[in-house]
């Protein structure tokens, strides 16, 4: 049975950071893209950040450029997101995904269409 499983979740003040991971199981995902998303409470589910199976190319929402990373480590079956210089709207429900219709390709998917695979969800709180 595949799982994907987000942890790293929390409150957190305003201007601090959390790392988030997504731990998968039951299948390899070393070919295939990657993703984060998030909810906040009475909006729709929202990209975030992609990244390729090589790691060599990312996307990121606007809303997050030069404050949240993406990256993988395909050994541990395993990606992140380090989110840094946390804001209050930043407070969602965040999803790890994965696209495992178009093994090793180059460019990442950013529409939740395009991913087949969803973690439960972990919760991040940013504190004013």
């Known amino acids: 049975q595949v799982q994907l499983v987000e942890s790293g979740g929390g409150l957190v003040q305003a201007g601090g950071s959390l790392r988030l991971s997504c731990a998968a199981s039951?299948?390899?995902?070393?070919?295939?893209?990657m993703g984060w998303f998030r909810q906040a409470p009475g909006k729709e589910r929202e990209f975030v950040a992609a990244i390729n199976w090589s790691g060599g190319t990312t996307s990121y929402a606007e809303a997050v450029k030069g404050r949240f990373t993406i990256s993988r480590d395909n050994a541990k079956n395993t990606w992140y997101l380090q989110m840094n210089s946390l804001k209050p709207e930043d407070t969602a429900v965040y999803y790890c995904?994965?696209?495992?219709?178009?093994?090793?390709?180059?460019?990442?998917?950013?529409?939740?269409?395009?991913?087949?695979?969803w973690g439960q969800g972990t919760q991040v709180t940013v504190s004013s």
């Open positions: 995904a994965a696209d495992t219709s178009r093994p090793w390709i180059m460019v990442v998917a950013t529409t939740l269409d395009e991913y087949d695979y």
């Open positions: 039951g299948r390899t995902f070393s070919s295939y893209n």
